[in-house]
C-alpha cells in the first residue's frame, strides 16, 4: 500500500470507500451551506451535519481528533479555520468557513466551503469579501487541475500561486501556516500540499494517491495566531480569510474529485481536464 517514500498508494476498492465518503460529505456540506443564515449559531450547523452523517451511516473524523469536541470547524471573518462551533449568532455579511469530514468503512473524507451570509448587490455583504472566496475557490481548482496532469505534487502549490499573483485587483495573501495534505486511511498523511512554490518539486504522484487541496487567502498579512481555546486559527491583522478544499485521487484511468457531485466535471472540464470515474464504480 506504501511506496518508499511513505504515501499511501490506494487502490480502485479503496478509492470507492473514500469515493462513498466524499458523496455523504457533499451533501452533508450541501444541508450545512443551506441552514447557514443570520441568527443561526454555529452550534446549530454542527448538529445539522452531524445528523445527516449519521442517518447515512458515517461517522465524523473531526469530533475527538486531536481532542477537538465538535464535528465540524466553524471559522468567521478574521477566523481562518479551526473554528470551533458554539453559541455565536451568524449576521448578515459574515464570511464563514465550513470545514468537514467523514468516513466510510475506514477510509476518510475531508473538504470546506466558504459562505458569505449576504449579497453584494443587495447591500448585505463587502464585494471584497466576494472576490476573496471566489479567487480562493478559483485558486483551489487551478491546483486541482494541475494535480491531474502534474507528475510532482510541488506543481500543484505552483498552480495555486501563479493564479493567485496573476488576479488583477488588490493582493490576496496566501497562508503558509497551513497547507494541504495526503488523505486515505487517516484524515491527515503524507504528502504535504503547499498553495505556494517551494522551490522543490515534491513527492511523486502515482496512481492510488488522494490529496485534499485547501488553499487558504486572507484580505491582509499572512500572520496569523491561535486563540486560548487552543484550537481557532485567526490572523493577526484581524483581515478576512477564505478557505476552499476537495479531497481528490489520482488513479489508473485519471483524476476524481473525491467530495465534489459531478467529480469535479463542470469545475475541471473548461480548464481542460476531463474527470474519469473510479474504475468498478
Not at 473554528?83 to 455565536?88: A, T, V
Not at 505534487?153 to 494541504?180: C, F, K, M, N, Q
Amino acid at each position: 500500500m506504501f511506496s518508499r517514500n511513505r504515501i499511501e498508494l490506494k487502490s480502485a476498492e479503496q478509492l470507492r470507500h473514500m469515493d462513498a465518503a466524499g458523496g455523504i460529505l457533499a451533501s452533508a456540506l450541501d444541508a450545512v451551506v443551506d441552514a447557514a443564515a443570520p441568527g443561526v449559531t454555529t452550534a446549530q450547523l454542527d448538529d445539522v451535519f452531524a445528523a445527516f452523517i449519521a442517518e447515512r451511516g458515517a461517522t465524523p473524523n473531526f469530533l475527538g481528533y486531536h481532542g477537538f469536541p465538535r464535528h465540524i470547524c466553524a471559522s468567521v471573518n478574521e477566523e481562518v479555520v479551526h473554528g470551533i462551533p458554539g453559541d455565536r449568532v451568524l449576521e448578515s455579511g459574515d464570511v464563514l468557513k465550513v470545514d468537514a469530514g467523514c468516513i466510510i468503512s475506514g477510509w476518510h473524507s475531508d473538504s470546506a466551503r466558504t459562505v458569505i451570509l449576504g449579497d453584494s448587490e443587495a447591500g448585505t455583504a463587502d464585494p471584497a469579501d466576494e472576490r476573496l472566496s471566489e479567487v480562493t475557490r478559483a485558486a483551489m481548482w487551478r491546483g486541482i487541475a494541475a494535480f491531474a496532469r502534474a507528475t510532482h505534487i510541488g506543481e500543484v502549490g505552483e498552480a495555486v500561486e501563479d493564479y493567485v499573483t496573476s488576479r488583477p485587483g488588490p493582493r490576496l495573501g496566501i497562508l503558509e501556516d497551513y497547507i494541504g495534505h495526503g488523505i486515505g486511511s487517516a484524515m491527515h498523511m503524507p504528502p504535504d500540499v503547499f498553495n505556494y512554490s517551494t522551490g522543490h518539486r515534491g513527492a511523486r504522484i502515482r496512481p492510488g494517491t488522494a490529496v485534499a487541496i485547501e488553499p487558504m487567502l486572507v484580505r491582509g498579512g499572512i500572520g496569523t495566531t491561535v486563540l486560548d481555546d487552543d484550537w481557532t486559527v485567526v490572523t493577526a491583522d484581524g483581515g478576512r480569510a477564505s478557505q476552499w478544499e476537495h479531497s481528490v485521487a489520482r488513479h489508473a484511468d485519471g483524476v476524481w474529485v473525491l467530495t465534489a457531485h459531478d467529480g469535479g466535471a463542470s469545475e475541471l472540464e473548461p480548464l481542460g481536464v476531463t474527470p474519469v470515474p473510479i474504475p468498478g464504480s
